[in-house]
């Protein structure tokens, strides 16, 4: 069965702080891992990856895909308060382009 | 651009009733979207693949005939609850594939469903 899981559940961090958010995958065709961001509606997409050891930056977030130990980080350096959403990473397999997700790490930034 | 919407936003209604949303890409076409749901707190779960032109495919557990799809053009699906009931009440969120540029699916703003 195909499995995405995201590590921690849940984080409160200051802002002003540097998280690290985790996403570990087993599937049978990986495509690529997608992170997305979502506030009270529908998620929004922050970076696909496909190669591994190349990073990704927008900005304060950045990341990086391993394929060997099949695993993504989501960095956020200098977090905001706006930073405060539920990050979800996504496994996109290679026949159909279905994602299947993983359940979220939930961050709140307190000011 | 790749703008998708959904509507409607929220609806409630009555157990017995069925309700239709729609999803639309707005500024491309889309030959395959995406309809989600959304328990609080949980991830997205995936409920089937909309294609144009052709039938839906389902996961695994997902009624069809309850939750009956259709994708008439390039750039609208919907999807219709039938017979709703208390335990279908969730958020509801379609994606479209976007298939040049970034490659990836571009997801609505979702449909709050509520039956009473």
């Known amino acids: 069965e195909d499995k995405v899981v995201q590590s921690p559940l849940s984080l409160v961090v200051h802002e002003g702080d540097t998280v690290t958010l985790n996403c570990s995958y087993e599937?049978?065709?990986?495509?690529?891992l997608l992170w997305y961001k979502q506030e009270k509606k529908a998620p929004t997409f922050l970076f696909m990856l496909?190669?591994?050891?190349i990073e990704k930056k927008s900005g304060r977030l950045s990341s990086i895909l391993d394929k060997k130990e099949l695993f993504s980080i989501l960095n956020i350096t200098a977090t905001q308060t706006g930073d405060s959403a539920v990050y979800l990473c996504a496994v996109r397999l290679e026949y159909g382009n279905k994602l299947v997700f993983g359940a979220g790490t939930i961050l709140r930034v307190k000011s | 651009g790749a703008v998708v919407s959904q509507h409607p936003s929220r609806v409630i209604c009555k157990s017995g009733t069925s309700v239709k949303i729609e999803c639309r890409s707005l500024?491309?076409?889309?030959?395959?979207m995406f309809w989600y749901r959304q328990f609080p707190k949980q991830s997205l779960m995936l409920m089937a693949t909309?294609?144009?032109?052709?039938?839906?495919?389902?996961e695994q557990g997902v009624e069809k005939d309850k939750f009956l799809i259709n994708h008439a053009s390039l750039t609208l699906s919907t999807l219709t609850v039938t017979s709703a009931h208390p335990e279908d009440s969730s958020f509801y969120i379609c994606?479209?594939?976007?298939?040049?540029?970034?490659?990836?699916?571009?997801f609505g703003p979702g449909t709050r469903l509520t039956v009473l």
């Open positions: 500024d491309f076409q889309a030959t395959t």
């Open positions: 496909t190669s591994s050891g």
């Open positions: 909309s294609n144009e032109g052709s039938k839906a495919t389902y």
């Open positions: 994606s479209a594939h976007l298939a040049v540029g970034a490659d990836t699916q571009y």
């Open positions: 599937v049978t065709n990986f495509r690529s």
